[in-house]
């Protein structure tokens, strides 16, 4: 949907048709090419306008601690930032404040991959334990789903 009106877009050429008229499909802003070619100026104008507001607001060229430009860290998503500042605001950065960061970040996923590995466990032996009591521990369907899925049933 572009200005009210729907196009069906064909993802695989990234083509559209719209009452039998087709063209190309502006992929980076959703709208057709011959629209994007119209309005191309008037749509850096719109970025150009809101990197000044976003630089006066973040310190007139202030930079984080991993050397990119706040303002243009926040502009990132836009294909301009792309074309006019180059590939270095193209994605997200690894790290943002330290280069220990990205060691940090993997640890925490390591450790959370291993808790919940021993509450796997814990709840394994738990049901044993509760079958050898013989205690009955309800239907399957009423385990909430953040818990960990174990067998229920006696094999």
């Not at 087709?22 to 959703?30: D, E, I, L, M, Y």
């Not at 100026?41 to 000044?52: A, D, H, M, P």
């Not at 310190?59 to 984080?64: E, T």
Request: glycine share 8%; aromatic share 14%.
């Amino acid at each position: 949907k572009y200005q009210g009106k729907w196009y069906t877009v064909y993802k695989s050429n990234w083509t559209y048709t719209r009452y039998g008229k087709t063209g190309a499909w502006n992929k980076a802003f959703r709208m057709p090419e011959e629209e994007y070619q119209k309005r191309e100026k008037e749509l850096i104008q719109k970025w150009r306008s809101k990197k000044r507001r976003l630089r006066q607001k973040h310190g007139m060229g202030q930079r984080w601690p991993n050397g990119k430009l706040i303002h243009l860290t926040k502009l990132q998503g836009s294909p301009f930032t792309r074309r006019f500042c180059g590939e270095k605001y193209v994605g997200r950065a690894p790290w943002t404040y330290s280069p220990n960061e990205v060691e940090a970040r993997e640890r925490k996923q390591r450790a959370y991959e291993l808790r919940r590995k021993l509450e796997l466990e814990a709840e394994k032996k738990r049901v044993m334990r509760m079958r050898e009591l013989g205690i009955w521990l309800g239907d399957p369907s009423w385990k909430r789903p953040w818990e960990p899925k174990v067998d229920y049933v006696d094999p």
